[in-house]
């Protein structure tokens, strides 16, 4: 289904008559629709790297996968947000908006990953590598979380923006 380009004010000028910055509700669906199937995928095709699809039962595998997928929505959801918020401007019209909003929303979600990579394996064991997971020196974490933040946003800010760039 196609949408018209709708925008949503994110910030009012007061007085001076500039245009405000607005916000394309059709670049987030864009991107939303990459982002949502592409973590779902990349869960259950990295899910080999994790004991739990050796040790667990299918309903186990189904749930964590499910489950994992329900984080990355919220986490891609929230970096984007906070992303749009602290840089957004004009976003996606703007190059150089598009361009902060897709740096901080990347460093977001990858910081994010270490972090929880770290809290969840080392600290709660509440899920374990196998062997065959490649781990970043210095940090410690999974290169395939990793490269999951890095590349599904780089595919849904490239999607959400495709109508937007103008032709030169």
């Known amino acids: 289904m196609a949408y018209a380009d709708e925008r949503l004010p994110i910030s009012q000028t007061r007085g001076s008559g500039a245009e405000r910055p607005m916000l394309s509700l ?3 669906r864009r991107y939303l629709a ?3 199937p592409a973590h779902l995928a990349w869960e259950f ?3 080999p790297l994790y004991t739990i699809w050796h040790e667990g039962t299918v309903g186990e595998i ?10 990355d929505i919220l986490i891609a959801l929230s970096t984007l947000v906070g992303s749009l918020l602290l840089v957004g ?12 909003v897709a740096i901080v929303t990347l460093l977001a979600g990858i910081g994010y990953t270490i972090f929880s990579e770290w809290l ?4 709660r064991e509440a899920w374990a590598y196998t062997a065959r997971m490649p ?5 410690g974490t999974g290169l395939s979380p990793v490269l999951q933040w890095l590349i599904i946003p780089l595919l849904g800010f490239w999607w959400a923006i495709k109508p937007f760039r103008k032709e030169a």
């Open 26 to 28: 059709d670049a987030l």
């Open 120 to 123: 969840n394996v080392e600290v």
């Open 45 to 47: 095709a990295h899910m």
């Open 89 to 100: 401007g004009n976003w996606p019209v703007d190059r150089a908006a598009a361009r902060w």
């Open 62 to 71: 189904l749930f964590a996968g499910l489950h994992c997928t329900g984080g």
């Open 135 to 139: 781990i970043l020196p210095l940090v």
């Open 34 to 36: 990459i982002v949502i």
